[in-house]
């Protein structure tokens, strides 16, 4: 199978004094070749935790204690870190939510696109000059601005720096956390069409971190759904959207408006909040808010099963999924 990266069972804790949270429990997706997986879930659920690590930029107390993450053939999750470090920028570059954190206000832009091509892709200086000058006609802005400062630069412009940055030395692979998150909702489109072009012209692969399913509806190929650390359903966009099968997706889907359309319909935010990951409930986690658990769902935790092709869902009800979702269609009077 052609998939870039196979991430396998993968588990990841944070160490604190007296207990360990389990941020990333035992996922398990792809990300095929030349496609844009979204990453989505509500604040909390592990995804940031994840992306960081298939870059391994986590914190100290944080560690991978189970799984693995295949990513050409070498394993992430324990590839040592002389190794590790080698691959970042190289073939896998990070856009963080907000390029403010990732760009030094104190240099110009230039600066830091040097110390990437030059430090980073042992690039000439004429070379580097070159290449900083397609990259930033490759995001739509003027080469003289190269000499900005980040300040200089509106929020929208500073995230076309930040995946200038990323594509600097031909990832394979770009992780982009929040990537559009602090942008109005035109320049959001912009700026997921730029990165939508990008990704097709280039045949790169990109992960999309979302808390927000209209980004993931708009540009990703495939979808993987997290809740409370675990994925829950995992499955292309389209279907995904149209015969979703786990209940919190059915929930995150009525609770965002359309990035295409104006934002039509009523939202509905899904009620109550996930569980405390240090002392995560028995059965399915998700069952304290779903319209549709039974006491084995209380009881036992569903595990991710493969339902159709290329669809996994991780619920004690997914049989009765269509059932469920016309129930879900009809408000509660
Ligand atoms: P957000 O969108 O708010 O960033 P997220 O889905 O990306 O949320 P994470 O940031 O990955 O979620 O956090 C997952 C869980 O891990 C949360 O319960 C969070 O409180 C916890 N966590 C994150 N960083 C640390 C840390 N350094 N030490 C302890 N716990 C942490």
Not at 79 to 100: C, G, T
Not at 166 to 171: D, E, I, R
Not at 228 to 242: I, N, P, R
Not at 300 to 327: D, F, I, Y
Request: proline share 6%; charged share 20%; hydrophobic share 40%.
């Amino acid at each position: 199978t052609d998939h870039l990266l196979t991430v396998k069972d993968l588990s990841i804790a944070y160490e604190v004094p007296g207990l360990d949270i389990v941020a990333v429990s035992r996922a398990s997706f792809d990300v095929p070749k030349g496609s844009i997986v979204g990453l989505v879930g509500e604040s909390g659920c592990g995804k940031t935790t994840m992306a960081r690590a298939f870059t391994r930029i986590i914190s100290d107390n944080a560690k991978i204690t189970e799984g693995s993450m295949m990513f050409d053939g070498q394993d992430l999750a324990t590839l040592p870190e002389k190794a590790m470090n080698a691959l970042r920028w190289r073939d896998i570059a990070f856009v963080p939510q907000s390029a403010m954190n990732s760009l030094d206000p104190v240099y110009r832009v230039e600066y830091q696109l040097n110390e990437v091509l030059r430090g980073r892709g042992g690039m000439t200086r004429a070379q580097a000059k070159v290449r900083a000058e397609e990259l930033f006609e490759m995001v739509g802005i003027e080469a003289n601005r190269l000499r900005d400062y980040p300040h200089q630069f509106s929020g929208g412009m500073r995230q076309r720096v930040a995946i200038a940055l990323a594509l600097a030395l031909n990832p394979k692979l770009i992780v982009a956390d929040e990537p559009v998150t602090a942008l109005d909702v035109i320049v959001q489109r912009q700026i997921l069409d730029q990165m939508r072009d990008l990704q097709r012209e280039l045949g790169i692969s990109i992960i999309m971190v979302t808390h927000d399913i209209s980004v993931v509806a708009y540009i990703c190929d495939r979808t993987v759904v997290m809740y409370a650390g675990e994925v829950v359903e995992d499955c292309d966009t389209a279907t995904l959207l149209s015969e979703p099968l786990h209940p919190y997706t059915m929930g995150l889907k009525n609770a965002f408006p359309d990035i295409a359309s104006a934002g039509s319909g009523t939202l509905t935010p899904i009620s109550g909040a996930p569980p405390d990951l240090a002392h995560p409930p028995s059965g399915c986690r998700f069952a304290a808010r779903c319209p549709f658990a039974t006491d084995h769902c209380r009881a036992v935790s569903p595990v991710l099963e493969k339902h159709a092709e290329g669809h996994s869902v991780a619920c004690h009800r997914a049989h009765e999924a269509a059932q469920l979702r016309e129930k879900a269609a009809q408000p509660e009077t």
